[in-house]
């Protein structure tokens, strides 16, 4: 290794060090095991999450400092881009899981910055437990108005595709896709009037006459249906209706796992927000509102969807005495066309 390299390492771990960006910040590391679920005589290994992380999160006057830390604490107010205290703040954490056999490695990693006119942050999310992936970058200018914040500026966000599955794109019937992943139709006839083993069509003398007087001609199609073999010849199907509803879902889901576009995508976003915060030693209340007004595509597969798209974060804490608080929170996002929401209430006495 290089002189030059090694006084650029040192050089680097002396500002982190001693610049402030580690203090107040927190390392963990943790793990832990136990007996899975079973639901029948399934056999399945012990289930294990190990995590890892360095955490530097400013706390609200509402909110308790824990004496340690395990990677599962997930505060609703982190979710709000506006932190209790200007400057410097991050989350860098990684999870090796097991769960009910299935293994996953979840990752999340921001960097955040602001002071009085201005707050920027960074973004990467990858959580394999729900085939999830992006990164994102948002920066802001920011109005402080009394207990209110309004912000406005701009979102780039990259992921992998979504919302475009590859069969969108495949230009030929459903049947030639089954063809190619190994099954096979054969044509049975289903009415064979004139006994010849073969589909066809002709005209029919159509009378209920005894004499065959007073009738009328028609031009008759014999009808057919399809059974379906698999690879191995074994039949799987006994109409294209049947093969199509329990077996094409299969087929066409293979096919877009493995001609995915790799290239990840991009879209560029309008981001107008709206953070409020009013607390004292018997009341808080937390409010945010981020919304998506405008968003453009800057790749050929990017997210195209015209609906709107935000997140809002609500907590709200109360004391109503000496010994009885309560409390609601809850949190709704709509982005890329997946919605999610929670909200929870309650009370608590303290004796």
Not at 31 to 39: A, D, H
Not at 52 to 69: D, E
Not at 278 to 288: A, K, P, Q, R, T
């Amino acid at each position: 290794m290089s002189y030059e390299r090694i006084i650029c390492y040192l050089a680097t771990y002396v500002t982190l060090l001693f610049g402030g960006v580690f203090d107040n910040s927190t390392i963990y590391i943790s793990g832990s095991m136990g007996t899975p679920y079973k639901n029948g005589n399934v056999s399945l290994e012990d289930d294990y999450k190990y995590s890892i992380g360095i955490r530097k999160i400013a706390l609200f006057p509402y909110q308790t400092s824990k004496k340690f830390y395990n990677g599962d604490e997930k505060s609703l107010s982190d979710k709000a881009l506006f932190g209790a205290v200007e400057g410097l703040e991050y989350l860098f954490s990684a999870s090796s899981v097991r769960n009910r056999g299935h293994e996953y490695l979840d990752q999340e990693y921001w960097l955040k910055w602001s002071n009085k006119g201005l707050i920027s942050k960074f973004k990467y999310l990858e959580k394999e437990s729900r085939d999830l992936q992006f990164a994102s970058f948002d920066l802001r200018y920011k109005l402080n108005v009394g207990p209110a914040i309004l912000s406005l500026g701009g979102n780039v966000m990259g992921h992998p595709v979504y919302g475009h599955p590859a069969y969108d794109d495949y230009e030929w019937p459903w049947w030639y896709l089954a063809y190619e992943y190994g099954y096979e139709d054969v044509l049975v006839p289903v009415t064979d009037l004139n006994g010849n083993g073969e589909i066809d069509s002709y005209y029919v003398y159509i009378t209920e006459d005894p004499n065959g007087d007073d009738g009328y001609w028609t031009y008759y199609y014999e009808d057919a249906e399809y059974y379906w073999t698999d690879a191995d010849s074994n039949a799987v199907a006994y109409s294209d209706a049947e093969f199509y509803e329990y077996h094409m879902p299969g087929i066409i889901e293979q096919y877009n796992e493995e001609n995915k576009v790799k290239e990840w995508q991009a879209e560029a976003s309008i981001v107008v927000g709206l953070d409020f915060y009013l607390g004292n030693d018997n009341f808080y209340s937390h409010i945010w509102i981020n919304s998506f007004p405008y968003s453009k595509g800057l790749t050929d597969k990017s997210y195209n969807g015209g609906e709107d798209q935000y997140d809002v974060g609500m907590l709200i804490g109360a004391k109503l005495g000496k010994h009885l608080g309560v409390f609601i929170e809850g949190s709704e996002l709509k982005y890329y066309g997946r919605q999610e929401y929670n909200v929870s209430m309650g009370f608590n006495y303290k004796f």
